[in-house]
């Protein structure tokens, strides 16, 4: 009885061994199915984040096949010379005044039935900064910068691309809007901020030489230098305050003539003998670089976030890069490169999370 008993159980373990074994042998390949489909949606994942950034490209693509001081808008087949002044006086028709500032005044325009924005120059007392806009906007054409479609330097009259969306002032109206709601989500912020950092890195690494946005004092002048296109993306506008700086040259800048006051310029950009009583003295205010415009990268991102779901966590990815671009000392700031890549690489993994976390439900 126990040697039958025995040999039952022998039996039993001799069959829920190969059993074990089977098992384990079905799980192996079907362990390497999972491993090989979650590597391809890793590559499937990284070839789109990769046409995410060829943000280069596809706003360039309204230039594809234009020869320099040629345009293409989004809407046209052919390019088309720059418009010399008999063509803007015949053909481009104001509509209304959509805009205006110190050195111009914005029109709405129609050109052949396309929309422009017709810049004129308001006080000659500001000839010189409307001529080195002028001049910016022929040296630095490319994606990051609103497209020239013509200039009559004997008008100082210039027009350019219209972006019906506006400046980034709007960008909260904007997405109030019901049409526009669904682009209300961190990802899309998050790739405006890439979009300003990148403008930045661009302009400070320019075919003009390293440039420094000077009419950027406050928040709000930052924002309107800036326009949204109706992609979604951004393009700098306004290039009348932009000097060059070149260290080997001794070339240095000073934004304005008039004492600077308040947190959000860099603290070499304030008077440095204010809490000494002395009276502010342009002569012996010391001069700076491009580094002044990474200080004020955390309060653009800032504003560009809002308030949306998953931002608390952008900006906590973003915290140490943000309190190094803080540092009192500029030579301590990262450069707009620096910068870029890192929030290249959290919008990477934010999005990456996002795709996993998906999968799991």
């Given at each position: ?264 310029v860099a603290p070499e950009q304030l008077w440095p003998l204010r809490n000494k009583g002395k009276p502010f003295s342009d002569d012996l205010m010391t001069e700076y670089d491009e580094r002044t415009d990474i200080w004020k990268i955390p309060d653009v991102t800032q504003f560009l976030m809002g308030r949306v779901p998953g931002g608390d966590l952008v900006h906590f990815h ?44």
């Amino acid at each position: 009885m126990i040697t039958l008993c025995e040999t039952t159980w022998c039996q039993m373990q001799s069959t829920m061994g190969r059993s074990s074994s089977s098992t384990i042998s079905y799980s192996v390949p079907v362990v390497v199915l999972c491993l090989a489909a979650l590597l391809l949606s890793n590559i499937l994942l990284y070839l789109y984040l990769d046409s995410v950034y060829q943000t280069n490209e596809q706003l360039l693509a309204s230039y594809i096949g234009c020869t320099p001081q040629n345009f293409k808008m989004t809407t046209m087949k052919n390019c088309t010379p720059w418009l010399r002044c008999s063509q803007i006086d015949a053909e481009v028709h104001k509509l209304r005044l959509i805009g205006q500032g110190a050195v111009k005044k914005v029109y709405l325009a129609e050109w052949r039935g396309q929309k422009v924005a017709l810049s004129k120059l308001s006080s000659l007392d500001y000839v010189e900064d409307f001529l080195h806009g002028l001049s910016m906007l022929q040296t630095l054409q490319g994606p990051q910068v609103v497209q020239l479609v013509g200039f009559c330097l004997e008008d100082h009259a210039l027009v350019t691309e219209y972006h019906p969306l506006g400046s980034l002032l709007n960008l909260d109206g904007v997405l109030a809007q019901e049409h526009q709601q669904r682009y209300n989500t961190w990802q899309n912020r998050l790739m405006l901020a890439i979009d300003y950092v990148s403008i930045l890195h661009y302009l400070h690494n320019s075919p003009a030489g390293r440039r420094v946005m000077c009419d950027s004092n406050s928040l709000e002048k930052i924002l309107s230098q800036y326009l949204l296109t109706s992609d979604f993306h951004l393009v700098v506008n306004d290039l009348d305050a932009l000097p060059e700086v070149d260290p080997s040259r001794g070339l240095f800048v000073k934004c304005g003539h008039r004492e600077l006051t308040g947190d959000f310029v860099a603290p070499e950009q304030l008077w440095p003998l204010r809490n000494k009583g002395k009276p502010f003295s342009d002569d012996l205010m010391t001069e700076y670089d491009e580094r002044t415009d990474i200080w004020k990268i955390p309060d653009v991102t800032q504003f560009l976030m809002g308030r949306v779901p998953g931002g608390d966590l952008v900006h906590f990815h973003l915290f140490q890069i943000h309190k190094e671009c803080k540092k009192e000392d500029p030579k301590f700031r990262p450069s707009a490169l620096d910068v870029l890549k890192v929030y290249k690489v959290v919008y990477n993994s934010m999005v990456r999370d996002n795709a996993g976390f998906r999968e799991m439900l």
